[in-house]
């Protein structure tokens, strides 16, 4: 009863058709609340699991694993962070699951998971590069560069994701952008604007 109460408090603090907002309606049964919020998060969600593995049917099929784990914990759900910083969580558990599982199949079938990657013709050549150069990155700095450019996560969300000091994020994301400015031999180019701490997005 009393976490019923909280959950009602903590609603009321909540703006309106904010994520968090309805994850709690669909907590609370709403349908239409869950179907805006995949409305609103299947691509992106996708798109992290794409850039992670490349094919495309992997990476659906881990974005439909994502949202059946967030309908099963809906009721669990607590508004205490973001709802994209809860979702990707889930997302990136998810995909250490997978990875864990292919590196396990590898062992039988003589299969590297991390080298099994088609060459898409279609690929754009930048494209190929950037994985390239992504590719010889520290796992931990992988991560805090693909969730900062192509997330948008604030350091603050990351940190979160990724269970980091906010200050590791920040000197680790440094040392990456660093190191791919070597192997581009140029400025590493920015899907987002950078923003000053002052003005980092909490």
């Known amino acids: 009863m009393n976490a019923e109460l909280d959950r009602t408090d903590q609603a009321k603090t909540i703006p309106p058709e904010s994520d968090e907002q309805l994850m709690l309606a669909f907590g609370r ?44 914990a809906s009721s669990r759900y607590e508004p205490s962070s973001l709802f994209r910083t809860y979702l990707y969580a889930i997302a990136l ?69 990724l269970r980091l000091p906010i200050n590791t994020v920040r000197s680790r994301l440094f040392r990456a952008r660093m190191t791919l400015r070597e192997l581009f031999g140029a400025p590493v180019p920015k899907t987002t604007s950078e923003l000053k701490p002052s003005e980092e997005r909490i």
């Open 93 to 161: 558990k998810i995909l250490n699951a997978h990875r864990r599982k292919m590196t396990f199949r590898a062992m039988f079938f003589g299969q590297s998971s991390e080298s099994r990657q088609p060459a898409l013709e279609s690929a754009a050549h930048a494209e190929v590069m950037l994985r390239q150069a992504l590719a010889k990155l520290q796992a931990i700095e992988r991560e805090i560069v693909l969730l900062r450019e192509f997330e948008q996560l604030s350091y603050a969300e990351i940190a979160a994701v």
């Open 29 to 72: 049964g709403s349908t239409e609340a869950f179907s805006e919020l995949f409305s609103r998060y299947q691509q992106p969600v996708f798109g992290f699991f794409h850039r992670r593995l490349a094919e495309a049917a992997q990476a659906e099929e881990l974005t439909q694993e994502t949202f059946l784990a967030v309908l099963r």
